[in-house]
């Protein structure tokens, strides 16, 4: 299954090495690397619902469709040739 944990670890990464190379005061850079980490956990779970939610709509949809063409497909072919009958005098 895709998921997007790569491409935020590299967006996230290039962010911390961004602070590493050019926030000069300690503090201030530790502080900003814990905000990104923040950030890089609340984006993963947030990344992780909306797939479980797009997939199990998608399963659903699936559901419903198979279950509107089993529905819909079902052919009563006694009465289909009762059509072509002639009546009897």
Request: glycine share 2%.
């Amino acid at each position: 299954m895709f998921t997007l944990d790569a491409t935020i670890d590299a967006v996230q990464t290039g962010k911390k090495q961004f602070v590493t190379t050019f926030v000069t005061n300690d503090k201030v850079k530790t502080a900003l690397v814990d905000f990104i980490d923040a950030q890089t956990d609340y984006t993963k779970k947030s990344a992780k619902v909306a797939q479980d939610t797009f997939s199990r709509l998608a399963q659903e949809s699936l559901a419903q469709t198979k279950e509107l063409v089993n529905e819909y497909s079902k052919f009563d072919y006694n009465k289909f040739l009762d059509a072509f009958k002639v009546a009897k005098k």
